[in-house]
């Protein structure tokens, strides 16, 4: 019985290692094509492309910008 436990745990183990892996690649993937669409987008802010590896104070002020943005659009409904 001992032998069968420790070969699901090995196997659960493995199968952890392995969605993790897929879930990277695409992940990866999906970031690069995040990248292209900005890189195609006219007037479309280039340094939001690496933003993942940016230091915190950047995204810190990456996301007060936005937030500006979005408090400061016409299509908000400010009235909530």
Do not use: C
Not at 7 to 26: D, K, P, W
Not at 30 to 50: F, V
Not at 57 to 70: A, S
């Amino acid at each position: 019985m001992a032998a069968f436990e420790l070969s699901v745990s090995a196997l659960t183990l493995i199968m952890v290692f392995a969605i993790q892996h897929t879930q990277g690649r695409e992940q990866a993937a999906t970031q690069r094509k995040l990248d292209e669409l900005i890189r195609a987008a006219p007037g479309a802010n280039e340094s939001l492309m690496m933003l993942e590896e940016a230091s915190r104070e950047f995204m810190l002020d990456v996301e007060g910008e936005q937030r500006d943005i979005r408090s400061n659009s016409p299509d908000t409904d400010n009235e909530q």
